[in-house]
């Protein structure tokens, strides 16, 4: 009988009895299971990759919904911007504090405890950013040209996540120290296509705009922005009083001096919208600050203010709050290159950084602490070398700690001296005056030389630079600009949900795209609508987007002093 080969077992040389039975053999039925067996524990296999791969992209998109996971719906968000503060200013800061304080030298700032990463400042049109293109990286989430506000280089108009999260029910705030019509607060709340159209922000950042009003609550300085240009102390092109507008159509409670600040009782006597303007332009220098305590509030003040008056606010809601606080004049200190006044404004930053982690110490609900800088201006060194001298190792914060008085301030006394001087007096008694009341007392300097003096005596209209100089060659701070420079900047967290999305060095636009991802707000959906508005023919109540941006001379308004185009 012929032998049957079995083709699973491939032997060839099989033999079988006469009765036919082949001892080599496997039964057909039996030879089939294991190959069966195979061929179901590689689908099983199978179809267990495939429930891992579908719970993992569950599990991811749940992440990335509203529901966040396990995260509870009601959460809120502090955004900090630093405006202007390089590596160097911690630096800086951290030494002169030490110094003054008598601390250890492994004593650090609270920004410090709290470091979490590096950002890119880029810009859309230049490596070196300004603030208005790396506030709208904040805000939107995209990169656009220095001096934009809130629109991308195509000049179409992009949705912030504060105007999103008003959308979504979330209460919102802006804390500055700078006119609140500046670039960094303009871009959380309106859209137009350069800067200098503070007329047109102040209207948007009230209400009057495409959107309605997106902000609940505004502390800062420019007044001047919003009192018509028949009021003494107006900066306006035109006659719109817009403190009138914001109370009369848009319900805002406006509040304009110390006093009225105080009886907010730490924002829990605050009734929102709130608009409080305690400046006609910027909040003074704290170094100056501090010496008119009566009548101007500090950053740490007001964001404690906002943040208990957010807190009550949102008490009884669903959602939590958005609020955006900005150390604005590190940025100015930065630019009109004066140590002494930067090192007072980065801690009293560092103060309000604590003051927020305080209060999420003591929250119920979920917040978390976001802190960053847009750029860093002035391209600050702690060392300087002098012309025709070898490296010194070393700076002084001393010197720093000797000054009493900005040389912005010290600008200001001068020209205010020089324009009521009679002609009979000499340049030597000038000079005997600069001294004696400005350059000892203010800047600490005891041994100015009288080239620095004939200087400031000559050509008072720069003088805010050449105290800066006096001030950094003795304390050998070194300056390599009078604008920005595109250095890293660094990030600052408390930690906590997803925050580990912009650990490491990022793009500035991470930080904005992780900003509408906690709060779970859709940025695209305002830019959107926004677009939908371009060509609206209601100018009256500016729901068409550019209905501002067509006024007669509106984009050549003359720039506050640190706020050119490519300088803030």
Known sequence: MASEQSPLLGNE????????YDGNRVDPKASRWPRIREIGLFIWAVVATAAVIVVAVWTQHNQQTSKHGSRPAKRNLVFMVSDGMGPASLSLTRSYR??????????????????????RTRSSSSLVTD???????????????????????????????????????????????????????????????IRQMQDAIALQEIGHGPLGRSVDLMLGGGRCHFMPNTTSGSCRLDNIDVIAMAEEKYGWSYIDNRKSFDALHEGQSAALPLLGLFASSDVPFEMDRKNMHDVYPSL????TTALRALEKATSKSEKGFFLMIEGSRIDHAGHINDPAAQVREVLEYDRTFKAVLDFIDDSDTETVLVATSDHETGGLATALQEPGHLPVYRWYPQVLANATASCENLAASLQNYISSLSASTSKEQLKTWINDNLIIPGLGVVDAT??????????????????AAIISLRAH????????????????????RDTDQIRGNVENTDIGKFLSHYLDVDVDEITEKLRESIGGDDKDTNKGLYATLGQK????????????????
């Not at 308004?557 to 640190?562: E, I, L, T």
Request: hydrophobic share 35%.
């Open 13 to 20: 040389n099989q033999t079988t009895d006469q009765d036919g």
């Open 98 to 119: 030490q110094h003054v304080e008598g601390l250890p030298e492994h004593d650090t700032l609270t920004l410090d405890k709290h470091f979490w990463g590096t950002s």
């Open 131 to 193: 603030s208005a293109a790396g506030a709208t990286a904040f805000s939107c989430g995209k990169k656009t040209y220095n001096g934009a506000i809130s629109m991308l280089p195509d000049f179409q108009p992009c949705g912030s996540v504060l105007e999103a999260a008003k959308k979504a029910g979330y209460t919102t705030g802006m804390v500055v120290t700078t006119d609140i019509t500046d670039a960094t607060p303009a871009c959380f709340a309106s859209h137009v296509m």
């Open 300 to 303: 740490s003040e007001m964001a």
């Open 450 to 467: 009288d080239e620095e003096i004939s200087l400031l005596a000559d050509k008072p209209d720069v003088s805010v630079n050449t105290f």
């Open 477 to 496: 701070i070194g300056w390599s600009t009078h604008g920005h420079t595109a250095v890293d900047v660094n990030i600052y967290s408390s930690g906590g």
């Open 553 to 568: 001379g509106a984009g050549n308004q003359a720039s506050d002093k640190y706020h050119a185009l490519e300088r803030s």
